[in-house]
Protein backbone atom coordinates (compact mmCIF):
# COMPACT_ATOMS: atom_id res chain seq x y z
CA UNK A 1 0.00 0.00 0.00
CA UNK A 2 1.53 3.82 -0.55
CA UNK A 3 2.76 5.42 2.15
CA UNK A 4 0.21 8.70 1.58
CA UNK A 5 1.17 10.54 4.62
CA UNK A 6 4.91 10.34 3.08
CA UNK A 7 3.21 11.55 -0.51
CA UNK A 8 2.00 14.41 1.39
CA UNK A 9 4.59 15.49 3.75
CA UNK A 10 7.06 15.22 0.22
CA UNK A 11 4.49 17.14 -1.82
CA UNK A 12 5.09 20.15 1.00
CA UNK A 13 8.87 20.37 0.34
CA UNK A 14 10.25 23.73 0.48
CA UNK A 15 7.11 24.84 2.09
CA UNK A 16 6.33 26.63 5.53
CA UNK A 17 4.56 23.69 7.85
CA UNK A 18 1.08 25.73 7.54
CA UNK A 19 -0.76 22.57 6.81
CA UNK A 20 0.95 20.54 10.00
CA UNK A 21 -1.73 19.01 12.39
CA UNK A 22 0.31 20.56 15.04
CA UNK A 23 -0.17 24.30 16.22
CA UNK A 24 3.36 23.93 17.34
CA UNK A 25 4.89 23.12 14.54
CA UNK A 26 2.79 26.19 12.63
CA UNK A 27 3.93 27.95 15.30
CA UNK A 28 7.52 27.02 15.10
CA UNK A 29 7.08 27.99 11.01
CA UNK A 30 9.61 25.66 9.78
CA UNK A 31 10.28 24.71 6.32
CA UNK A 32 10.20 20.74 5.61
CA UNK A 33 13.67 20.24 3.54
CA UNK A 34 13.87 16.70 2.89
CA UNK A 35 10.95 14.04 3.64
CA UNK A 36 11.89 10.27 3.61
CA UNK A 37 10.18 7.35 5.37
CA UNK A 38 11.64 7.72 8.55
CA UNK A 39 14.08 10.80 7.99
CA UNK A 40 13.51 14.45 7.71
CA UNK A 41 15.08 17.84 7.84
CA UNK A 42 13.09 21.00 8.97
CA UNK A 43 14.74 24.53 8.92
CA UNK A 44 14.05 27.22 11.60
CA UNK A 45 14.57 30.77 12.21
CA UNK A 46 15.18 31.89 15.26
CA UNK A 47 12.64 34.33 15.81
CA UNK A 48 12.70 36.66 18.91
CA UNK A 49 10.24 35.22 20.89
CA UNK A 50 12.06 31.81 21.02
CA UNK A 51 14.52 33.67 22.56
CA UNK A 52 15.47 33.74 26.44
CA UNK A 53 16.67 36.85 28.28
CA UNK A 54 20.44 36.94 26.81
CA UNK A 55 18.85 36.84 23.34
CA UNK A 56 19.69 33.12 22.54
CA UNK A 57 17.33 30.46 21.49
CA UNK A 58 15.87 28.89 24.76
CA UNK A 59 16.30 25.41 25.84
CA UNK A 60 12.72 25.25 25.76
CA UNK A 61 12.30 26.11 22.23
CA UNK A 62 15.24 24.00 20.85
CA UNK A 63 13.05 21.00 23.15
CA UNK A 64 9.82 21.66 21.02
CA UNK A 65 11.83 21.40 17.77
CA UNK A 66 12.96 18.23 18.55
CA UNK A 67 10.10 16.88 20.18
CA UNK A 68 7.85 18.02 16.75
CA UNK A 69 9.99 17.11 14.69
CA UNK A 70 10.36 13.91 15.47
CA UNK A 71 6.44 13.56 16.17
CA UNK A 72 6.32 14.43 12.60
CA UNK A 73 8.85 11.96 11.51
CA UNK A 74 6.98 9.28 12.63
CA UNK A 75 4.12 10.40 10.35
CA UNK A 76 6.47 9.52 7.59
CA UNK A 77 5.66 5.74 8.91
CA UNK A 78 2.42 5.72 7.54
CA UNK A 79 0.51 4.04 9.97
CA UNK A 80 -2.81 4.16 11.06
CA UNK A 81 -2.00 5.38 14.67
CA UNK A 82 -0.69 8.58 16.22
CA UNK A 83 2.41 8.12 18.29
CA UNK A 84 3.36 10.00 21.80
CA UNK A 85 6.40 10.40 23.36
CA UNK A 86 7.41 8.30 26.43
CA UNK A 87 10.71 10.40 27.19
CA UNK A 88 12.64 13.31 25.28
CA UNK A 89 16.39 13.44 26.16
CA UNK A 90 17.85 16.42 25.15
CA UNK A 91 22.29 17.52 25.07
CA UNK A 92 22.64 21.45 24.40
CA UNK A 93 25.78 21.85 23.08
CA UNK A 94 26.16 25.30 21.28
CA UNK A 95 23.65 28.14 21.06
CA UNK A 96 22.06 30.07 18.18
CA UNK A 97 21.19 33.59 18.23
CA UNK A 98 17.93 35.46 17.20
CA UNK A 99 17.76 35.80 13.23
CA UNK A 100 20.19 32.48 12.87
CA UNK A 101 18.89 29.19 10.08
CA UNK A 102 18.60 26.21 12.45
CA UNK A 103 17.98 23.09 10.65
CA UNK A 104 16.81 19.67 12.73
CA UNK A 105 17.64 16.79 11.22
CA UNK A 106 15.39 13.27 11.91
CA UNK A 107 15.77 9.74 12.07
CA UNK A 108 13.86 6.41 13.08
CA UNK A 109 16.58 4.88 15.18
CA UNK A 110 13.89 1.85 15.43
CA UNK A 111 10.60 1.03 14.82
CA UNK A 112 8.64 -1.81 16.23
CA UNK A 113 5.02 -2.87 16.75
CA UNK A 114 4.45 -0.51 20.02
CA UNK A 115 7.49 1.69 20.35
CA UNK A 116 9.64 3.87 18.27
CA UNK A 117 13.32 4.90 19.00
CA UNK A 118 14.54 8.45 16.88
CA UNK A 119 16.87 10.85 17.26
CA UNK A 120 17.08 14.71 16.06
CA UNK A 121 20.48 16.87 15.54
CA UNK A 122 19.71 20.76 15.06
CA UNK A 123 23.23 22.53 13.96
CA UNK A 124 23.22 25.68 12.22
CA UNK A 125 23.58 27.01 8.78
CA UNK A 126 27.41 26.46 8.92
CA UNK A 127 27.07 22.54 10.22
CA UNK A 128 27.77 23.42 13.67
CA UNK A 129 26.33 20.55 16.16
CA UNK A 130 23.56 22.76 18.80
CA UNK A 131 21.38 19.97 19.99
CA UNK A 132 20.99 16.20 20.03
CA UNK A 133 18.09 14.49 20.73
CA UNK A 134 16.37 11.05 21.08
CA UNK A 135 12.57 9.87 22.33
CA UNK A 136 11.10 7.07 22.61
CA UNK A 137 7.24 7.09 21.31
CA UNK A 138 4.55 4.96 22.16
CA UNK A 139 1.92 3.37 19.18
CA UNK A 140 -1.63 4.81 20.28
CA UNK A 141 -4.90 3.67 19.71
CA UNK A 142 -5.80 7.29 17.94
CA UNK A 143 -6.45 7.07 14.64
CA UNK A 144 -4.84 9.65 12.27
CA UNK A 145 -7.37 11.47 10.02
CA UNK A 146 -6.04 11.62 6.88
Known sequence: MPNQV????QSQLHQPLHKSPSPLARWLQGILREAEEGQLAIEFTVREE???PMGILHGGAIAAIIDDAIGTTTF????ENFY??????????ASARQGEVIIAKTRIIRAGKTMVNAECE????NGKLLARGTSNLLYT???VSQ
Open 6 to 9: LAFL
Open 50 to 52: MTN
Open 141 to 143: QTK
Open 122 to 125: VRNA
Open 84 to 93: TSVNLVIDFL
Open 76 to 79: SLGQ
